[in-house]
DNA sequence: AGCACGCCGACT
DNA sequence: GTCGGCGTGCTC
């Protein structure tokens, strides 16, 4: 007899255990380790989704009363021996439960979808007056969403259980894969010699459309889609079916993948400079000095991606596989234009936007090995790629690597996993790379390269800081200053192209009444409201609740409610009053929320088709635009004083790439930064493109502040949506950590959070300093402890993208 | 997380 | 006697 030991499908802790259970004997040759089965789980035998372990012959009969696998939901392996290993790896290395990290690893799409369907035995009057669905179903089984549709509630399994028990009604369980492979009917020759014949000895002209789709056929002995036929003979689809008719063609179906993308791109191989060579020559030869880690700091323009591509090229000439990583979907369009222009159809794409089809068939291209270089964002590091040897990860200071959601796993530290597993390489590449990976090449943890000029020759922007209290003083009480205004209207007589960087979306940031102070907050959260002009309303950015814009103070009565603050909205409406000739686009989480609309303003924007890119930090990022020459980066203040370790790092960051648009091409670029404090020497590095001052500065302010990389910060988030509950524990929890860590670690708090309410739930946080790693999960087991039962959430992360 | 079991008080 | 509220323990 089999038995087969599987993780089931749960998030709960308590209930992450391995499970063992008979395999039926018509399933013993179907079912291996790394597929998903559907077992009965608990007294309902409620069923679930779980993934095969280990399998093992058991002689005795001591398993004889476990229970058995209902059946099997794979049809191939979908996790291989270097997948488990991996997700066993998120398993320990971050608190999840062995399904979660499993699901990291399996394509999202393919969890199987549940429908559960019920149909009436007996009738029952009192019953029907108790529960309403009973006077919904009928003999024959329907689906419970569809009950559950009409009668406009949620039906929970108890009552089914019940119903079911007193034989009043029959429930049954449908699982199904969710997404079908897509088809597509191709057609060919049945008999060459015959369709030979037939266009030979025809004499009937109105048969000669046929002729020709047969001539085509012949000529090229293949499988072609109705669409290729059309297009190849330029007849009707009529003319083919007569022909499959007649038994000259044949018909049949085959699997397609869909395309994300479309692949008319071409990138030509570029002649890599000294600069360029001397990196690809360190990072092939990182193997051999035992360390295969390496740092590319290059300047923005400095020609990274070249570099990449030299490196992937040498890769999958050697038969190896590669991961390559880039930040998020604003990236996406113009990286994937430069690599598919480069590799061709070799590579796959992996993003947040494909459909759950596409996403799939990715996948399997992936998993089977049709593709060997994979480019996505975070989630893609965990492609199945076969013999992968080489990942990079570009725009490496990015937080969009680490996921700020269970299980909260570092992409980089996956990579890293990963390079390991396979003797492989891993290159991480930035213009400003994050503080902890400069400090680690600088220590020698990773080979650090530098490329300190532009690829092109092209010089650096020139950089003007503008005290925008001067500009007070003068009198301008505009968004703009003067020598901002100036130059965009210098640059549009130029026909040059402009970029105007703000990063805050809206039209204004916050409503308050001049008479007595009111500022509109949302009802539910601890956080202003935006007010957006495209719909005329208040709108709450952490809970996407809206409101009427008030025509009075609602505190005061007072008529003088006035807007402040500016958002990417009110940018854009100060240039068209400023330049109505100029054509101008908006790119904001507003005007990119439909599929493809990114790409969509990108190439409008590239093609020359406006003046002017309004944005936030999503036109900050890799986007390569030969024709703009100005810079203006409207406010540079916004994210500096946020009280977060990372806010310096991140205003540099985050300025150094906006600058790092203007002047790519032949034209030098110009760059405005506006400030209430010119004097901040982040600011000033930012000026003088220096990031090795800026982190030589850095580093001392992480050192005496004792912040990363000199220690590592546990950040534990409580949330409840009863405040006083919620004040209460948090201070009794942090009683008890002190009596037991005050000697191992640095406990901060309890406090509240800098946004202290979302959504109606009140934010506490407890901060730990200090070897946290080592207490980790001790510290994880006390919260869970104390915490049971009680009306409060906690959850808990390493060194956090977001502390507020 | 569900669900069952069992102990105990309240109530026709 | 019996209903139901919730504390406890289990899930192959």
Redesign the pocket.
């Known amino acids: 007899m089999k038995i087969a030991s599987v993780a089931i499908n749960t998030n709960?802790k308590?209930?992450d255990?391995?499970?063992?259970?008979i395999v039926p004997v018509e399933l013993e040759e179907l079912i291996s380790r790394g597929m998903r089965v559907i077992v009965?789980?608990?007294?309902?035998n409620?069923k679930l989704e779980a993934v095969v372990l280990s399998l093992d012959e058991s002689e005795t009969y001591e398993n004889i009363n476990?229970?058995h696998i209902d059946e099997i939901a794979d049809y191939e392996i979908i996790i291989n021996d270097e997948m488990l290993d991996l997700a066993n790896y998120i398993k320990n290395k971050y608190i999840c439960t062995t399904y979660e990290a499993l699901k990291l690893v399996i394509p999202t799409t393919t969890i199987l979808k549940r429908d559960t369907q019920i149909k009436l035995i007996k009738r029952d009057k009192d019953l029907a007056n108790k529960y309403e669905l009973l006077n919904h179903i009928e003999e024959n089984f329907i689906s419970i969403k569809k009950v559950e549709n009409r009668i406009g509630k949620k039906i929970?399994?108890?009552t089914l259980?019940k119903l079911k028990k007193l034989g009043i009604i029959e429930v049954k369980e449908n699982i199904s894969n969710g997404i079908k492979a897509k088809t597509e009917k191709v057609y060919f020759l049945i008999n060459k010699d015959k369709a030979l014949d037939f266009v030979i000895n025809n004499k009937n002209k109105t048969l000669e459309k046929q002729c020709i789709v047969l001539r085509e056929l012949i000529k090229d002995d293949k499988a072609f889609t109705i669409k290729e036929i059309i297009d190849r003979a330029n007849v009707t689809k009529a003319v083919v079916k007569s022909l499959v008719e007649k038994g000259l063609l044949g018909e049949s179906t085959v699997e397609v993948y869909r395309n994300p993308f479309d692949r008319n791109y071409y990138h030509s191989k570029v002649e890599l400079n000294e600069e360029q060579s001397n990196a690809v020559k360190v990072i092939l030869e990182s193997h051999t000095n035992g360390n295969n880690v390496t740092l590319i700091h290059g300047v923005t323009g400095s020609g990274k991606t070249e570099v990449y591509l030299e490196l992937i090229e040498r890769m999958i000439n050697e038969g190896y596989g590669a991961i390559v990583l880039v930040p998020e979907i604003s990236l996406t369009p113009q990286t994937v234009e430069r690599f598919k222009g480069r590799l061709g159809d070799k590579i796959a794409v992996l993003h947040s936007r494909l459909s759950d089809g596409e996403r799939f068939d990715e996948w399997r291209r992936i998993y089977r090995g049709e593709v060997n270089i994979v480019i996505g964002a975070r989630s893609a590091i965990f492609a199945p790629v076969r013999n992968l040897k080489l990942i990079i990860i570009d725009e490496e200071h990015e937080h969009t690597y680490k996921s700020e959601i269970t299980p909260k796993y570092d992409a980089k530290d996956v990579a890293e996993f990963r390079i390991s597993q396979m003797d492989g390489i891993l290159v991480l590449g930035s213009a400003t790379p994050s503080i902890e990976s400069y400090y680690k090449a600088k220590n020698g943890q990773f080979n650090l390269v530098e490329i300190l000029n532009r690829a092109n020759n092209s010089i650096l922007p020139e950089v003007n800081i503008i005290d925008m209290r001067e500009e007070l003083k003068n009198g301008n009480r505009n968004i703009f200053s003067q020598q901002l205004v100036e130059e965009i209207r210098n640059n549009l007589e130029l026909k040059n192209q402009i970029i105007l960087f703000m990063n805050r979306r809206g039209y204004s940031t916050f409503v308050s009444c001049r008479s007595c102070g009111f500022v509109a907050k949302c009802r539910d959260c601890d956080v202003t409201l935006t007010y957006h002009y495209y719909n005329n309303r208040l709108s709450c950015h952490y809970c996407g609740r809206e409101y009427n814009v008030p025509n009075t103070c609602p505190k005061c009565g007072s008529k003088y409610i006035k807007y402040f603050g500016a958002g990417t909205e009110k940018i854009e409406e100060e240039i068209n009053n400023l330049f109505p000739a100029a054509k101008v686009l908006r790119m904001d989480m507003d005007t990119t929320r439909k599929k493809g609309a990114h790409e969509n303003i990108y190439k409008q924007f590239k093609n020359g088709e406006a003046d002017i890119l309004i944005g936030t930090q999503m036109i900050a990022k890799g986007m390569d635009f030969k024709n703009v020459t100005l810079v203006g980066i409207i406010s540079a203040d916004t994210s500096l004083n946020l009280p977060d370790y990372r806010s310096a790092e991140r205003t540099f960051q985050l300025i150094s790439q906006v600058s790092g648009r203007a002047g790519r091409g032949e034209k030098i670029g110009k760059v405005i930064i506006q400030t209430y404090e010119p004097d901040n020497p982040i600011l000033n590095f930012a000026k003088e493109h220096d990031f090795i001052s800026f982190y030589n500065y850095e580093i001392q302010m992480r050192r005496m502040m004792n912040n990363p990389p000199y220690t590592d910060i546990l950040y534990v988030l409580l949330t409840s949506s009863n405040e006083n509950e919620l004040i209460k524990f948090s201070h009794e929890i942090k009683n008890i950590l002190d009596r037991d860590y005050k000697n191992e670690l640095l406990i901060l708090g309890p406090s509240p959070c800098h946004i202290s309410k979302i959504k109606n739930t009140f934010r506490w946080n407890i901060i730990f300093k200090g070897d946290v790693k080592l207490y980790y999960n001790k510290i994880y087991e006390l919260f869970n402890y104390i915490l049971k039962n009680k009306p409060i959430a906690f959850s808990m992360d390493i060194n956090p993208v977001n502390m507020l």
């Open positions: 709960i308590e209930l255990k391995i499970y063992d259970y009965p789980f608990g007294n309902g409620k476990l229970k929970n399994n108890s259980l």
